[in-house]
Antibody, heavy 117, light 110 residues
Framework: QVQLKESGPGLVQPSGTLSLTCAVS?????????WTWVRQPPGKGPEWIGE???????KYNPSLKSRVTISLDNTENKFSLWLNSVTAADTAVYYC??????????WGQGTLVTVSS | QSALTQPASVSGSPGQSITISCTGT?????????VSWYQHHPGKAPQLMIS???NRPSGVSNRFSGSKSDNTASLTISGLQAEDEADYYC??????????FGTGTKVTVL
């Protein structure tokens, strides 16, 4: 069973770049899956950030598209999220996940990222 | 695209059945069968409970069932158990080719 674990800085400066990595174990990242990032601001519901297919295609939430990039690293079996020009509104628990047929079949436990000076 | 609307909280006694609604629009829930439900115990990884409106992944109890009518999807938990106490979120694919989640429902077992 595929397991995922997020890692990265817990504190990011305003106007800086948020960078997170999701380590994948129990299966290859170049399998037929959509590798996904979701975030959940404090007290709110989740927000879908985007996903990248193992074959290279990517989709992003239109509200974040200008600031976000998701990439895959087949060598290290991980994928990453970059979100630039962050503000306090980007403070959230960030989750990585493995997408199947229009649903997220596996999730990480999440990591809290706070945007503050 | 706005978040899907869920009741903030639903409660029930052990053994009872409860239903959580998830209301969207004709551009998401009403347009596709791609509606999923997730269970989240705080501090743990969320778990897929229902996909494609009513499909239960392997290992998910048959006490969980899903349905949809027009722009509203529903998750029913029958034979409520203490372990069902958690947050539940719906999600739908949208006509804009991305996904939207629900506002979330806290289920309390009395």
């Amino acid at each position: 069973q595929v397991q995922l674990k997020e890692s990265g800085p817990g504190l990011v400066q305003p106007s800086g770049t948020l960078s997170l990595t999701c380590a994948v174990s129990g299966g290859p990242i170049n399998s037929q899956s959509w590798w996904t990032w979701v975030r959940q601001p404090p007290g709110k519901g989740p927000e879908w950030i985007g996903e990248r297919y193992h074959a290279g295609g990517a989709k992003y939430n239109p509200s974040l598209k200008s600031r976000v990039t998701i990439s895959l690293d087949n060598t290290e079996n991980k994928f990453s999220l970059w979100l630039n020009s962050v503000t306090a509104a980007d403070t959230a628990v960030y989750y990585c996940g493995r997408g199947g047929y229009y649903s997220l079949v596996s999730w990480g436990q999440g990591t809290l990222v706070t945007v503050s000076s | 695209q706005s978040a899907l609307t869920q009741p903030a909280s639903v409660s029930g006694s052990p053994g009872q059945s409860i239903t959580i609604s998830c209301t969207g629009t004709s551009s998401d829930v009403g347009a596709y069968t791609h509606v999923s439900w997730y269970q989240h115990h705080p501090g743990k990884a969320p778990q897929l409970m229902i996909s494609e409106v009513s499909n239960r992944p392997s290992g998910v109890s048959n006490r969980f069932s899903g349905s949809k009518s027009d722009n509203t999807a529903s998750l029913t938990i029958s034979g409520l158990q203490a372990e069902d106490e958690a947050d539940y979120y719906c999600s739908s694919y949208t006509s804009s080719d991305f996904y939207v989640f629900g506002t979330g429902t806290k289920v309390t077992v009395l």
